[in-house]
């Protein structure tokens, strides 16, 4: 089985038990508000556009590395996952200014263009809620996955620590738009930003798994360069793809003077 092969089987086996745990909380939305169910209905057909599912699945495949077995634990931690890594795609697409993701329009514009005649204000203030809200869900997922009290205290810390990194390095990218940088500088930036990602995909699995703390400190330089590697040919993407094939223009973030 090739690789992309394995991606497309475990993530749809991920993408089920996202789809039903999401649908639980739009039932519970709706129940508060219809409009708090809308913007849950909104976050779900955001999260479930079809893509690889790298984040959850590196979690999954680290685990099923040192256990052998994918179980409902696991797969119930890959949609915490998920949803970690959909606040942040939320947030990111907001701060961009986007208006596209995976081909469709990005949620800050969907709570523009949908429920006009409400202004950006409320669009983009609703989108930095609803990225909230995932990142919330996230949370709850991997509490409610199973494992011992002690194994998903070390993840909500880990998960904790990325999401602050991340958020570091995200200011460093908005800052960098405005001066040159040198390629250390940029290496210090990135080294949270996908980087951060893949650390917490990555460990999650392993912790999870009970992998050996000798094995931790590997997987964690093994992610730092994943996440170099992720961004090195997301740059390269973002300047020579078609746009019909990645649903996004050429050149975008040049376009910023974003440095890549």
Known sequence: MSWEQTLDKYGTVIEERLSAFLDEHLRQAEEYHSFIGNVYGDIKEFVLRKGKRLASCSTLLAYKGYTGEVDENILTACVGVELYRHAILIHDDLVDLDDTRRGKITLHKKFMNTYSPYDNRFGDGTAVFAGNIAYALGVQALMESGFSEENIARVLLLTSEGYRAVNESQILDLLFEQKDVSVDEWTVMASKRAASLFKVT???????????????????????????????????????????????????????????
Request: charged share 30%; aromatic share 6%.
């Open 202 to 260: 990555l460990l999650t699995g392993a912790i999870l798994g009970d992998a050996p703390e000798s094995d931790l400190s590997l997987l964690g330089e093994a992610a730092e360069n994943m996440g170099y590697s992720f961004d090195i040919q997301d740059d390269i993407i973002d300047s020579f793809a078609k746009e019909e094939e990645y649903g996004r223009p050429v050149c975008h973030d040049i376009s910023k003077n974003k440095k890549p």
